[in-house]
């Protein structure tokens, strides 16, 4: 049971260098979430997707670019990367919208350090 | 705009002791409500799920109930064990926008 699928694990950029964080679950959701976690601010929503060919922003999406490559796949871009996005990312996949007795299933999350 | 916060931040306690973790949201327009574990350097898991219609659920020797009038979740930890020692957090999804909002959890040590 695979789940919700995060690569790499760990990364480690120079400021200014660009990278693309992959997620993919094998659970047929159709919503998929990236969030950011920082040391005493909780989980923050980077940007969602709904279903398959929309994308919407969150709370932080400022730096980030997203794409819903599939039903499978939603994928994190940072084109310029900043040493304020040091965080531990993570990717989550839910099912349709509003079906209030489904739980959001999260990855194992990107530890990333921007240098 | 939600907000969430979860009392105590910190808790240490002596093994077998009963537990309570609190969480508060503003808003109680929410789908559900989800507690999660977090285990240091790791991912989260997904404890317990309440439906908006319901008023509490059970697994093992975990309770979480909900009174989403008075905008209250509360995890309750029976028979504490070492193994139980994480980061708890709580998130209620909310209706307008279908997104999970998180409090910045209790952390939770238990010592033999």
């Known amino acids: 049971n695979a789940g919700v699928t995060q690569t790499p694990k760990f990364q480690v950029l120079k400021t200014g260098q660009s990278m693309t964080l992959q997620c993919a679950q094998d659970?047929?959701?159709?919503?998929m979430y990236w969030y950011r976690q920082d040391p005493g601010m909780g989980l923050r929503l980077i940007y969602y997707s709904a279903s398959e060919g929309t994308t919407d922003k969150g709370e932080v999406p400022n730096g980030y670019n997203v794409s819903r490559l599939n039903k499978r796949e939603f994928s994190l871009r940072l084109e310029s990367a900043a040493p304020s996005q040091t965080s531990v990312y993570f990717c989550?996949?839910?099912?349709?919208?509003?079906?209030?007795?489904?739980?959001?299933?999260f990855g194992d999350g990107t530890r990333l350090s921007i240098l | 705009k939600q907000e969430v916060t979860q009392i105590p931040a910190a808790l240490s306690v002596p093994e077998g002791e009963n537990l309570v973790l609190n969480c508060s949201f503003t808003?109680?327009?929410?789908?559900?409500l989800q507690w999660f574990r977090q285990d240091p350097g790791k991912g989260l898991t997904s404890l317990l799920l309440?439906?908006?219609?319901?008023r509490e659920q059970t697994s093992g020797r975990l309770n979480a109930s909900l009174d989403k009038s008075s905008g209250r979740s509360t995890l309750y930890i029976a028979a504490s064990q070492p193994g139980d020692s994480a980061t708890y957090l709580c998130?209620?999804?909310?209706?307008?926008?279908?997104?999970?909002?998180f409090g910045t959890g209790t952390r939770l040590q238990v010592f033999p």
């Open positions: 309440i439906q908006s219609s319901q």
């Open positions: 808003d109680s327009a929410i789908y559900n």
């Open positions: 998130a209620p999804r909310e209706h307008n926008t279908d997104k999970l909002i």
């Open positions: 989550a996949s839910s099912e349709i919208r509003g079906a209030s007795n489904q739980p959001q299933h």
């Open positions: 659970m047929n959701h159709n919503s």
